[in-house]
């Protein structure tokens, strides 16, 4: 599935109708009826979301299978998805610090529609005990999709990277994605190994070899907040247990030995594959935490 422009909301609408829902005080009834039983709702229309030529709908290909992937251009529409989808059409505020989410396990009507198109071309003439029987099974009508949004990656503006502006918005969009996507496939492939930094550390890998084919320690340690001294303020600390932070320098000098280690191996022998290389990496991890 590709899709640009407002066609990605409206392909997506077809199989989440709570899209159709705009966020507002009162409208989780309508949200409930449009999400759990694929009910539009009456006048049905996007017209809350302001949409742009950009955003777009697309599947990345992974080891682990398809990821579907939106990306909105204006932070407004970002939010309203985030409204609708993450809180059943209520208008709460989003933090601005969030800048991509990834949704599992969503109802997908879409695809109880191919199940029925199918069970009755087939002969069948009892679909609502078909349904029945059909949804039971683990993940039936489920689907998972990724949402990421316009802007600096981890809010590193252009002038601390070898970027202009132009060029680093663009870089961080595919980051994002790829960061997000490389999470997907560790928790599909790998879901018992989790250690919260060095998952951050090799998704921000994918993210880069990705976007610019090459991994820069220098700029993953901006990311995290970390350099051979400590800390320097960044998104290490949102991932560390109670017990860290009172040690958070002595963690960020490890993890940035991390990253020049890793900065180290890919020129030596540059990736092929950075999925590959993401799922080598968490198999033999450089920190323990």
Sequence with gaps: MHANGKEALEALAQRFPQLYVAPAEGAQDIHRRAAAFGIEPDGATLDHFITTPEDELREVDTPAGPVEVLFLKERADFETFLQIVGHKSSPNPIARTVGAITYRGLVDWGKVAAAKATYRATG????????????????????????????????????????????????????????????????????????????????DVTGLLCATGRYDAALAGRFLGVTAEGFSDGRLSEYLDEAQPPRIDAIAAEVYGALEKIEARTVCEPPNDPFAFLLDLKRDPLIGF
């Excluded at 039936?140 to 132009?166: H, K, M, Q």
């Design 124 to 203: 069948g003439d009892d679909w609502p005990a078909e349904f029945a029987r059909l949804a039971k099974q683990p993940g039936a009508f489920r689907s998972e999709l990724i949402v990421i949004s316009e802007g600096p990656y981890s809010n590193v503006s252009a002038d601390e990277t070898p970027y202009d502006e132009a060029e680093w918005l663009h870089v961080s969009r595919e980051v994002r994605l790829h960061h997000e996507c490389a999470h997907v496939v560790c928790r599909r492939l790998m879901p018992e190994d989790v250690l919260p930094v060095w998952d951050e550390v090799t998704a």
